[in-house]
Structure formats: C-alpha cells, structure tokens
C-alpha cells in the first residue's frame, strides 16, 4: 500500500514518495511533507527553469537558485514563472 501524506504544497492527503528525492534533512522533509504529484510538478517546473534561464547542473550558482524556487514552489506559493516565458502553443 502506498504511503500517504498530508501534501503542503497541494494542501491534501496524497500518495507520497517511495523515497526521499535527495540525501540530507531537506530530502527528509520532502518526503514526508509533498506529494508524488507536487514532486512532479516542480520536477517539470525545474526543467522549464534550467531551460528559461540557461541553467548548468554543475554550477554551484544554477543549484542555489534551483533550491530557492523549489522552496518557493512547493512550500511558500510565493513562485512564479521565469520573465519572459511562454507557454507552449497547443496542437
């Protein structure tokens, strides 16, 4: 049986990770506070950040601000989409 948890992000009780996404406290946290389907959504949202903004995986800087919009986009609902960026068009 999956294991549930009340998600802050998306303010219900979800199906939950099978495992902390990341090493450390902070992915211990996740964890046990997000959903598999809040985690989705901020897995697609990075992308869309590391490609908006040109970011490098291996650059100390690019993983800074990647944490700062993770924690905004999964516990503040205090984040938005990279100036500049459009939608993709459908059909």
Known sequence: M???VKCQKLGIEAEGLEQPPFPGEKGQYI???ISRQAWQE???MQT???NEQRLASFDPRARKILEAEREKFL???NFQVPE???PPKEG
């Open 2 to 4: 999956a294991k549930m």
């Open 31 to 33: 964890f046990e506070n």
């Open 42 to 44: 901020w897995v697609d």
């Open 48 to 50: 869309m950040i590391i």
């Open 75 to 77: 516990f503040s609902g």
């Open 84 to 86: 500049g960026y459009v």
